[in-house]
C-alpha cells in the first residue's frame, strides 16, 4: 500500500496513564519530570526464595473511579488497569461516543501476558480444590482478548475491539495499528493504548532465570542504570496507557484539545534470536528509518527519543548502534533517555506509556531525565539527559520498543500545527 494514498491526519486529544509512578497524569509527569523512581520491594508474594526482590507496583490503585466493586472483584488485574486508563484517557478528550456512528470509533489495546494471574490462580485451584472452586470468570479474564472487550464494554464503544500482541512492543504496534486505521477511513476515533499486569510468582522466577532484572535488592530507587557502566537489568513494572486518537477534522469539529500529532510508526522483525536483539541493531534501524519515511521527516527533524532503554547490557549497546547508524552526525545532538527507571518496565504497556511521556514532553517543552546514568557504558556515547530533566522547545519526539523475538516498533509524535 502507498505512503501517499491517505492524507487523513491523526492527532492525539485524550491521555490515561494507571503506572506505579502516577495514578492520574499530574502526578505521572511529576515523577517522570523530577526522576522519583516507584521502586521497592515486591509485596505481592513471597520473594525470599528468589534473588531478585525489586519491582515497580502499583500502591494505590483505587477502582471507584472507574468500576464499580462487582466488577472490580470479576476482573483480574490487568483487565482493571486497561478499563482505568482507558476510561483516564476518554474523560481527558471530554467525548461522547453515544454521539458518534457506532462504526466510526474502536478500541486497540496492546498485551502480552495479560491472562496469566487468572490461569494460575485457576489452575491453583483446580489442582488443589477442585473445578468447582474455580471462577466462572476465569474465561474472560484468561485470554489476553479479554480485555480489549471489556474496555469496549465500559467504554460502550461498538466499532471495534482489538487486542494486539508483540511482546514489548505491543503498546506501540497497538497506536500505530489504530493511527492507521483513522488514516485509512475506517475509523474517526481510536481509543488505543496497552496493558500488563506481570508482577506473578511464577513468572517473576522466570525473569530471575534469565537474568533481565536487577539484583540491586538494597537500593531499590538507584538500581535501574539505562546507558550506565554498571548497569544490570532493569525494574518490572506494571500497568497501563491509553490514548484517544482522532482524524483531525473530527477533533477540529468538536473543539477538541489537541495535544500532538501522530506523524509516522514503523515496525520490523529481525528474525534472529528469540529473546537477544540483533548485535547491529538492524531491526531497529528499520523500524526508526520506516517511520522516518512514512513522516516525511528528516533525521535532523528529531530533537528527542525515548529510548527502550531496558539497562541490559545487549539492548543498550544495541540502541545505541541503530540510533547512531540512522542518525549519522545527528546523533549527537539528539536527547535520548530512558523513562523506565522511574515507572518500571512495563512489557506491553511500555511502549503505550512512553507515549504518553512524548506527547507531554512536547506539551511542556522539557525532556525527561535519565534517572541513574552517571558513567557511561562502553559503546554508550550518546547525550542520554543525565542529572536533570532539561527545557528544550522540542517539536518532534520518538518512542522506539523493542520486544522477543526480535520485534521492533517506533512512533513519531509531533508538535501539532493547524492546517
Known sequence: MSIERYHRRVVITGL???????????????????????AGPIT?????KVPNKIACEIKDFNHEPYMDAKKSRRFERSIQYGIAASVQAVRDAAID??????DRVGVVEGTSVSGMESSFNGQTAYLTRGYRSMSPFTLINAYCGG??????????????????SSSSASGSDAIGYAASMIQQDEVDVMVSGGVEAPLLAPLWGAFCLTRVVTARNETPQEAMRPFDRHRDGFLLGEGAAFVVLEELSHALARGARIYAEVAGHGRSCEAYHSVSPHPDGVGLY?????ALRRARLHVSEVDYINAHGTATEANDLVETR????????HARRLAVSSTKPVSGHLLAAAG???TVVCVLTLTHKEIPLTLNFK????????????????????????????????????????????P
Open 16 to 38: 490515561g496513564v494507571m503506572a506505579p509512578n502516577g495514578c492520574n497524569l499530574r502526578e505521572f509527569w511529576r515523577t517522570i519530570r523530577g526522576g522519583i523512581s516507584a
Open 44 to 48: 505481592r508474594f513471597d520473594t525470599s
Open 97 to 102: 461516543f453515544h454521539k458518534m456512528d457506532a
Open 147 to 164: 480485555g480489549s472487550g471489556e474496555i469496549a464494554l465500559e467504554l460502550g464503544i461498538k466499532g471495534h475491539a482489538i487486542s494486539y
Open 286 to 290: 528499520r523500524a526508526m528509518e520506516k
Open 322 to 329: 541503530a540510533i547512531k547508524r540512522l542518525f549519522g552526525e
Open 352 to 354: 503505550a506509556l512512553e
Open 375 to 418: 558513567e557511561p557504558a562502553e559503546g554508550c556515547d550518546l547525550d542520554y539527559v543525565p542529572g536533570e530533566s532539561r527545557a528544550y522547545p522540542v517539536r518532534v519526539a520518538m518512542n522506539i520498543n523493542s520486544g522477543f523475538g526480535g520485534k521492533n516498533s517506533c512512533l513519531i509524535l509531533k508538535e501539532y500545527r493547524s
